[in-house]
């Protein structure tokens, strides 16, 4: 064996450049890829020097890409809400209403007018707590409904969804590495593939003309054009293009049916779920105007129902004092709510079926607009991807001159 070396020498030295190359391909494509999603957060000494993963750290353009094409391709607030009935949200949340009416109208009361409501008959207190409780479901109803017509001002989709992915940025990571794991194993993979064949250019160009600088310099190269022609590959052409007995098209575009389960899967569990969707109705930015849409129906239906409020006014509370009254029932349901919502998100749940939605809308998405699921992940610094495999080849052509020259 060592005689079959010495004799081969030079053979053998030229033909390791092609392996190496090869070996060099697929090294820079796998730590470019890692080096997209990892690491999460900063590690090193901000700005000059240091590391955080190219998708992490632009988690926000990035999320917003995204987001854009789900609310203006994919899901319409307004359609998803209209799914809901609001019949079957009072069914759910009436009965545990219910249960703090009485308690919720006589601490209010006990409150505002102490005097008045301690003393006050026990036949016109229980008057007053029957007609609320059987106004409960139709109130309910009535703020449901409400909620569904002016569902743009409490509730911002957009946001939510950019907060939660930018606040998260392992399900940011998730979403992108599941729906592209084909694509990911492909970049791989090609590295070994592409870095081979310009391996074979690069030996037969050291053959004719050897100088060192040659192997860095052919590493640098191999590293840029292996990157650039993967990522090339996964999205161009965007439409089938038929050569002779073959068809052409980028390598995601071809998998928009499983990605388009995959993405429907991970967005509907992991994003909009019914729980966080009515809790960022309830707790989120938008939450006063809910406040106020409880507040306009709750003043409403005392303001009807005269078994509540006639003893009061007979005994001259006045105006300021019934609306404190008013003001203070409607501040304890709304501390009520977030409470009690949780009982509706079984339903809302099936009602608003999102993992459905999202599949079928983006199994119909034209090829342009389908590229934008993944394409964000690559697009924002793409040329760090290339770079960085470029200089990776760098260094193993470098290694290759002390290793062979």
């Known amino acids: 064996m060592l005689e079959f070396i010495t004799t081969h020498q030079e053979i053998l030295k030229n033909l390791a450049i092609p392996v190496t190359a090869g070996i060099v391909g697929y090294v820079t494509n796998w730590i470019a890829i890692k080096l997209t999603f990892y690491p999460l957060e900063f590690i090193g000494i901000k700005p000059i020097l240091g590391w955080q993963g190219i998708i992490p750290a632009n988690a926000g353009k990035v999320a917003g890409t995204s987001?854009?094409?789900?609310?203006?391709?994919?899901?319409?607030?307004?359609?998803?809400?209209?799914?809901?009935?609001?019949?079957?949200?009072?069914?759910?949340?009436?009965p545990i209403l219910e249960r703090h009416t009485r308690t919720t109208i006589g601490e209010a009361l006990d409150d505002e007018v102490p005097l008045l409501w301690r003393n006050a008959p026990a036949t016109i207190k229980e008057e007053m707590?029957?007609?609320?409780?059987?106004?409960?479901?139709?109130?309910?109803?009535?703020?449901?409904?409400?909620?569904?017509?002016?569902?743009?001002?409490?509730?911002?989709?957009?946001?939510?969804?950019?907060?939660?992915?930018?606040?998260?940025?392992?399900?940011?990571?998730?979403?992108f590495q599941k729906c592209g794991t084909e694509e990911f194993k492909f970049i791989e993979k090609s590295g070994i593939y592409f870095g081979f064949l310009f391996g074979l250019v690069q030996m037969g160009i050291f053959m004719i003309?050897?100088?060192?600088?040659?192997?860095?310099?052919?590493?640098?190269?191999?590293?840029?054009?292996?990157?650039?022609?993967?990522?090339?590959?996964?999205?161009?052409?965007?439409?089938?293009?038929?050569?002779?007995?073959?068809?052409?098209?980028?390598?995601?575009?071809?998998?928009?049916?499983?990605?388009?389960?995959?993405?429907?899967?991970?967005?509907?569990?992991?994003?909009?779920?019914s729980e966080k969707i009515f809790s960022r109705i309830v707790n989120g930015p938008s939450a006063r105007h809910l406040f106020w849409m409880i507040q306009k129906h709750i003043e409403a239906y005392i303001d009807k129902s005269a078994v509540m409020i006639q003893p009061f006014v007979k005994l001259g509370i006045g105006a300021s004092v019934y609306q404190r009254v008013k003001d203070n029932i409607t501040d304890k349901f709304a501390d009520l709510l977030p409470k009690v919502v949780s009982n509706v998100f079984p339903y809302a749940e099936k009602a608003l079926d999102m993992e459905t939605t999202l599949r079928e809308q983006m199994q119909a998405l034209s090829p342009e607009d389908f590229e934008g699921v993944l394409r964000p992940a690559y697009q924002q610094d793409e040329w760090k991807l290339i770079l960085t495999g470029a200089l990776l080849g760098l260094a193993a052509g470098i290694g290759q001159v002390y290793l062979l020259v």
Not at 79 to 90: G, L, M, R, T
Not at 151 to 173: A, H, P, S, W
């Open 209 to 273: 003309w050897d100088y060192w600088w040659l192997l860095p310099l052919g590493g640098l190269l191999v590293g840029y054009a292996t990157n650039w022609l993967a990522l090339k590959m996964i999205f161009e052409p965007r439409e089938p293009k038929k050569i002779g007995p073959f068809t052409f098209q980028g390598l995601f575009l071809t998998r928009q049916q499983a990605v388009s389960e995959e993405y429907a899967k991970i967005v509907s569990s992991e994003i909009l779920t």
């Open 67 to 94: 987001v854009d094409l789900m609310v203006n391709k994919l899901l319409s607030v307004e359609d998803e809400f209209a799914k809901i009935d609001p019949a079957i949200v009072a069914e759910e949340m009436g």
């Open 129 to 175: 707590f029957q007609q609320a409780e059987a106004d409960t479901a139709p109130l309910i109803s009535e703020v449901m409904a409400d909620m569904q017509t002016n569902i743009n001002q409490i509730f911002d989709l957009r946001q939510m969804v950019i907060d939660e992915l930018t606040n998260r940025k392992e399900i940011l990571n998730t979403l």
